[in-house]
């Protein structure tokens, strides 16, 4: 905060992030990627996810080089460096090494949001930790449902023994149900 020709004028200090400095730090920090990465687990703290995703590390990457925006557009600034540092990773890829790779967190929550198709395009496979069987997509048994009104949604996985594999509920934002409603001319 200054003053200035006699009035007050406030100065906003953003914390400054480097994006340079992160993606160095992941990548000095990191074991070299395995052929295959562990990119959902119980054990990264995301919410919802009870089986493990495990993905191959070589689809994975050309999965994020074939789309513009690699990974998808990431806001704030840490998540854009983990989708950098991801992606930078996977190309040195040792494809050689049958082992599952770890990921940081910031990188499952970059992940996250490509689960599902990832699952869809047969890149990634779900495992179920109570039967450990590890699924494609056309074996997880989904439910997805919204309740009345529709403010609200679940959407649910199984594997075909009846375990969960993924829940999570989410509540649609009432801007978007004006959008929706505006959208159908109601
Ligand atoms: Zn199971």
Known sequence: MRWSMGKLHVQWEYPKFDVEKAVGKYLMELDQCASQVLIMSPEYGEKGWLGDVVADSASLKTYANSRSEGFGYCYPYYLYAAAFALQLWLRGADNS?????RIPKEFAEVLKHNISDLIEKQIASIVCK???????????????????????WIDEWRCPEGHLLRYEKG?????????IHNGLGL
């Open 171 to 179: 509540e649609i934002p009432m801007f978007s149900m004006v959008e």
């Open 97 to 101: 090494n049958d082992s599952i790779s």
């Open 130 to 152: 109570k039967c450990n069987t590890i699924f494609c997509d056309a074996n997880i048994i989904k439910k997805g449902e919204h309740e009345s009104p529709s403010l609200f």
